[in-house]
Nanobody, 125 residues
Framework: QVQLVESGGGLVQAGGSLRLSCAASGLTFSTYTVGWFRQAPGKEREFVAAISCRGGLTKYGDSVKGRFTISKDNAKNTVYLQMNSLKPEDTTVYFC??????????????????WGQGTQVTVSS
């Protein structure tokens, strides 16, 4: 049985930082692409970042490029999202996802198979 569990969300002031973690059980991250998505009320789930099986390829959404960094520790079956220079517009629920998919599909939420429950990030102004 596959389970993805996000952690690290919370309340932070604008300009601050948080690090989210996604821990997996029931699958081996080294054979999966792992992505981060976020979804605000009334909006579609938005691509944030993704990392390839071995961590050699990363992609970012335009709104977070230069501020967020995704990384993978395959030995720990854990993926991280370092979030710096946070803005109030980053406030929403963040989800971790995993799937076996090609590099061209890393930004597509429908191509991921497994999803975590989400963790709330709130950035105050």
């Amino acid at each position: 049985q596959v389970q993805l569990v996000e952690s690290g969300g919370g309340l932070v002031q604008a300009g601050g930082s948080l690090r989210l973690s996604c821990a997996a059980s029931g699958l081996t991250f080294s054979t999966y692409t792992v992505g981060w998505f976020r979804q605000a009320p009334g909006k579609e789930r938005e691509f944030v970042a993704a990392i390839s099986c071995r961590g050699g390829l990363t992609k970012y959404g335009d709104s977070v490029k230069g501020r967020f960094t995704i990384s993978k520790d395959n030995a720990k079956n854990t993926v991280y999202l370092q979030m710096n220079s946070l803005k109030p517009e980053d406030t929403t629920v963040y989800f971790c996802a995993a799937g076996r998919l090609g590099d061209a599909m890393m930004r597509s939420r429908n191509d991921y198979t497994y999803w975590g429950q989400g963790t709330q990030v709130t950035v105050s102004s």
